[in-house]
C-alpha cells in the first residue's frame, strides 16, 4: 500500500551512461514532483508536473528529462551522467500544488 | 523569491530534554509552511503544517510550531525529546504556485 513508490532504490553507473529513475503514486494526486537531495543533505525541487503538464522546470541541465505518461505516473530520465549527479533523488506528489507533499523513499544515484 | 533559513545545522540534546529547533524564511507573499522529518536512509515524512487559522500546529508525536508572521519564523519544538526522534528536520514553505523552498536542515541528536 506504498503511497508513493520509486524504482530503483540504488543505482550505480558509470559515467556518460543513460538511465531512469521511475515514480508512482497510487494517492489520486494531481501534482507529482522531483528533487534531489545532495551530499550535505540540501534539497532542492527540479520539475513538478500538474495533470501531465509540466508546470515547474528549474535551472536543471537538459539531460534531465521528466516524462508523465499519465497523472499518476513521472519518471526521470538523466542522459550522459556525470560524477556531478550522484545524490539521492525523490519523486513526490500532493493534492494540489500548494497541499503538503508526500515523499517516496528515494533513489540513491552514484556515477563513477 | 522565498527563501528558508533554519539557524542551526545541529542540534544535540539529551533524552527527556525540552528542545527548539529554528526556522526563518522570508517572502513577499502569503506562505504554507511544513516541517518535514527524514530518519536515516529515508525518505520525508511531513511532520506538521500551517496552511491558515490556528498559528498553533501540534503533531501526533508531541512537537508542535508556530507561526509568528511578524518575526517570519516558524519554530519547532518539543518539550520532552525521545531517542527516536533522532533525525534530520527541514523547514519548508510554499506559496500557490507550488514550488516548496527547504532549509538546509537541522540534525537533531538525542543522546541517552
Known amino acids: 500500500d506504498t503511497a508513493v513508490s520509486q524504482t530503483p532504490k540504488y543505482l550505480v553507473t558509470q559515467m556518460g551512461n543513460d538511465k531512469s529513475i521511475k515514480c508512482e503514486q497510487n494517492?489520486?494526486?494531481?501534482?507529482m514532483y522531483w528533487y534531489k537531495q545532495d551530499s550535505k543533505k540540501f534539497l532542492k525541487i527540479m520539475f513538478s508536473?500538474?495533470?501531465?503538464?509540466?508546470?515547474i522546470n528549474e535551472t536543471v541541465p537538459n539531460r534531465f528529462s521528466p516524462k508523465s505518461p499519465d497523472k499518476a505516473h513521472l519518471n526521470l530520465h538523466i542522459n550522459s551522467l556525470e560524477l556531478g549527479d550522484s545524490a539521492v533523488y525523490f519523486c513526490?506528489?500532493?493534492?494540489?500544488?500548494?497541499?503538503?507533499?508526500?515523499f517516496g523513499p528515494g533513489t540513491r544515484l552514484t556515477v563513477l | 523569491a522565498q527563501s528558508v533559513t533554519q539557524l542551526d545545522s545541529q542540534v544535540p540534546v539529551f533524552e527527556e530534554a525540552p528542545v527548539e529547533l529554528r526556522c526563518n524564511y522570508s517572502?513577499?507573499?502569503?506562505?504554507?509552511l511544513f516541517w518535514y522529518v527524514q530518519y536515516p536512509n529515508q525518505g520525508l515524512q511531513l511532520l506538521l503544517k500551517?496552511?491558515?487559522?490556528?498559528?498553533l500546529v501540534e503533531s501526533i508525536n508531541g512537537f508542535e510550531a508556530e507561526f509568528n508572521k511578524s518575526q517570519t519564523s516558524f519554530h519547532l519544538r518539543k518539550p520532552s525529546v525521545h531517542i527516536s526522534d533522532t533525525a534530520e528536520y527541514f523547514c519548508?514553505?510554499?506559496?500557490?504556485?507550488?514550488?516548496?523552498?527547504f532549509g538546509q536542515g537541522t540534525e537533531l541528536s538525542v543522546k541517552p
Open positions: 513526490a506528489s500532493s493534492e494540489q500544488a500548494y497541499n503538503e507533499q508526500f
Open positions: 494517492l489520486g494526486h494531481d501534482t
Open positions: 508536473y500538474n495533470n501531465k503538464e509540466l508546470i
Open positions: 517572502s513577499s507573499v502569503s506562505v504554507y
Open positions: 500551517y496552511l491558515s487559522g490556528s498559528t
Open positions: 519548508a514553505v510554499t506559496n500557490q504556485g507550488g514550488k516548496l523552498i
